[in-house]
């Protein structure tokens, strides 16, 4: 088992910044991958970002790129998603997700293990 737990969420202005914190812990030897995902109300979830173990492959969604980085600490456990020039639109509870499988195109449905959800709200 992997457990993932995530901070940093919160109320910001539009343009303003927020990072998330990912924290992961147990079985993570065979975690090939982390990701973050995003889900507004009323709307399904979707991929943000995503990074191999090494660190070394990221591939983020055509809405945040430019914009948000996605990196990891191999010593602290932790991903970080730095979000910066925030929109309305990246409103949404972002989740940190782990897989044992690497894949440009993930699909929610075929994840391994999700964090409990950070609220994000960017008003207008």
């Known amino acids: 088992q992997v457990q993932l737990v995530e901070s940093g969420g919160g109320l910001v202005q539009a343009g303003g910044s927020l990072r998330l914190s990912c924290r992961t812990s147990?079985?993570?030897?065979?975690?090939?991958?982390w990701a973050w995902f995003r889900q507004a109300p009323g709307k399904e979830r979707e991929f943000v970002a995503s990074?191999?173990?090494?660190?070394?492959?990221?591939n983020y969604a055509d809405s945040v790129k430019g914009r948000f980085t996605l990196s990891r600490d191999s010593a602290a456990n932790t991903v970080y998603l730095q979000m910066n020039s925030l929109k309305p639109e990246d409103t949404a509870v972002y989740y940190c997700?782990?897989?044992?499988?690497?894949?440009?195109?993930?699909?929610?449905?075929?994840?391994?293990?999700w964090g409990q959800g950070t609220q994000v709200t960017v008003s207008s």
């Open positions: 147990g079985r993570t030897f065979s975690t090939v991958l």
């Open positions: 990074i191999s173990r090494s660190g070394g492959r990221t």
């Open positions: 997700a782990a897989d044992s499988k690497w894949a440009v195109v993930l699909d929610p449905r075929t994840i391994d293990y």
